[in-house]
């Protein structure tokens, strides 16, 4: 299967999302696995410049989001990165009762069931120059069976 764009490749200079995404449509019930690839083709100049990035799911329509994917954080002077987050749903979850956490997720993948109304969440601090930039991209490889 393709890679599917959730992310395309452009500068983010503040904090955002993608917005809501189905990008499974109607086979998120034969979803097994997914490989998420964050690209982060420029990154701001200053070392205090921080870039986290989010897969969030919604088991509500979108009134709640949860991170099931919270990327390493990419630093303004680290220079271009790539980082793969690989999720599968048939792993019994970390925790079955948690709150949810909106961009609030360590550093980490979690597994298990996920919701199928997704979305990219980006946080930026800027250190103190208010000119942080980071041109970044997030493509996933589904699995099915």
Do not use: C
């Amino acid at each position: 299967m393709a890679a599917l764009t959730l992310v395309a490749s452009g500068a983010k200079t503040a904090s955002g999302n993608s917005g809501s995404l189905t990008p499974f449509g109607s086979k998120v019930g034969k979803l097994k696995a997914a490989i998420f690839q964050l690209a982060v083709s420029a990154a701001a100049t200053e070392s205090g410049d921080l870039l986290d990035v989010y897969v969030q799911h919604s088991p509500d329509d979108g009134t709640t989001w949860d991170d099931f994917i919270h990327f390493t954080q990419v630093l303004g002077n680290g220079g271009a990165k790539k980082y793969i987050a690989t999720w599968l749903r048939d792993v019994t979850p970390e925790s079955e009762i948690k709150a949810p956490a909106d961009a609030a997720l360590a550093a980490g993948v979690l597994q298990g069931p996920i919701a199928p109304l997704l979305r990219v969440k980006w946080v930026i601090v800027d250190a103190s120059t208010q000119n942080a930039s980071f041109t970044l991209s997030l493509v996933v490889n589904p699995i099915y069976g």
